[in-house]
């Protein structure tokens, strides 16, 4: 059976339990609430809104607000890698073309 190798350019949340992320946000509590939805990596949380995060039981208006804001911060490492990749992949195709 095959197995899939780890991309190293893959972002820290992606290996980040959902438990482990709500306990740095002090916010341990919820880590049930999530786990019973199916949702253990951080990675799984990056497209969920406020209504979503309600849905899963987070009624704290400021907790949600937290928990989307360091989700937000979260994916701004992995947009500004994304375009780094970009840049690299049309310089080196830039270059091929010179030759």
């Known amino acids: 059976m095959a197995h899939a190798i780890p991309d190293p350019a893959e972002d820290t949340a992606t290996l980040t339990s959902v438990s482990d992320w709500l ?17 253990s990596c951080v990675n799984q949380l990056m497209s969920l809104s406020r209504g979503d995060l309600e849905a899963i039981g987070v009624g ?9 804001t360091a989700l937000t911060e979260q994916d701004e490492p992995r947009h500004h890698h994304d375009q780094r990749q970009r840049g690299r992949s049309e310089t080196a195709h830039r270059t091929v073309d010179r030759v």
């Open 60 to 68: 704290n208006r400021q907790h949600v607000d937290m928990m989307l």
């Open 23 to 39: 306990s740095s946000l002090g916010l341990a509590a919820y880590a049930t609430k999530f786990s019973s939805r199916g949702l």
